[in-house]
């Protein structure tokens, strides 16, 4: 059997290593957490960091969402006023249409229409966060305009174009519909609709009215077929929320899993280490008395 006649080296090294496992146990107790640097354990480090990773991710989308979400609820409710916009249209040109109406009325109701047509090109400029919603991609620019020299009435100065954003991986949505396809697509074009009813008050021209009124009519049914475009967004929106919801949960799981300490081994490691460490540093007192004996003698 070989005995090594300087052992000192070695409890010294032996010291510092059980220091350092002092010192890890410590940490993971304090913190709860297994893997506090990736020294510790780099697989488990590694999926930690991934996971981090989707979680911020996760996040961000849901922010997203709730942009977005709050930019279709407002075109939507927009939508909704449009629709009841035309119906007093439609009232107001039925009454409009009744031969004994005089001058004088004909000329009460046609101001009446007119605020309605002003009331349009209002909601069709529908703003949100600074952007029109309804310009296609051309989000800063107003989408309609009064003209008196237009058939419609109107001018519109948006494009066709139509805004998307991402909101997932593998998951994108489009955001609006553009005014040239709500507002102004022909054979339902609201603003012609109401012009025209516009142009038969003010001749007095009953059976144009009429016909104005069929119109408007038909423009109304268009635009509440369209407003399912939102409504089916916003479904998509609370499904992708709801997606992300249980993805964050899974991942917060896994992160949990992978990452949580086992208190109870590693206060027993820590207790282990602490004994190691006393008798290492008594060992290393004896070797030092037992050199200085020899020194002396």
């Known amino acids: 059997m070989r005995v090594n006649p300087n052992p000192y080296p070695d409890l010294i090294a032996e010291t510092a290593q059980t220091k350092q496992q002092i010192a890890t146990d410590e940490q993971q107790i304090a913190s709860g957490s297994s893997v506090n640097v990736p020294s510790d354990n780099p697989g488990a480090a590694a999926v930690l960091i991934q996971d981090a990773g989707r979680t911020a991710q996760d996040d961000q989308f849901q922010r997203s969402i709730g942009s977005v979400q709050g930019e279709i609820q407002s075109a939507d409710s927009n939508l909704n006023s449009v629709i009841t916009a035309l119906q007093q249209a439609i009232s107001l040109g039925v009454e409009g249409a009744n031969g004994t109406l005089n001058a004088a009325d004909r000329a009460t109701i046609l101001t009446q229409v007119q605020g309605i047509q002003s009331q349009l090109v209002s909601l069709a400029n529908l703003s949100y966060q600074g952007n029109y919603v309804f310009a296609g991609t051309s989000t800063q620019t107003t989408p309609y305009v009064l003209d008196p020299s237009s058939p419609s009435g109107v001018v519109y100065q948006g494009n066709t174009g139509t805004n998307s954003v991402t909101l997932g991986n593998h998951f994108s949505l489009q955001t609006n519909v553009p005014g040239s396809q709500l507002f102004s697509a022909s054979g339902n074009d609201v603003f012609q609709s109401i012009q025209d009813l516009i142009n038969g008050l003010e001749t007095g021209n009953t059976a144009s ?48 899993i992978v990452g949580q300490a086992d208190l109870p081994a590693v206060i027993s490691n820590l207790t282990t280490a602490q004994t190691s460490l006393q008798a290492t540093l008594e060992a290393i007192a004896q070797t030092e008395s037992t050199n200085l004996f020899q020194y002396l003698k």
């Open 209 to 256: 009215i009429g016909t104005a009124v069929t119109e408007i009519g038909t423009a109304s049914t268009y635009i509440n077929t369209q407003a399912e475009f939102y409504g089916n967004a916003l479904n998509q929106l609370t499904a992708q929320q709801t997606y992300l919801g249980s993805d964050t949960t899974q991942l917060a799981e896994q992160q949990s």
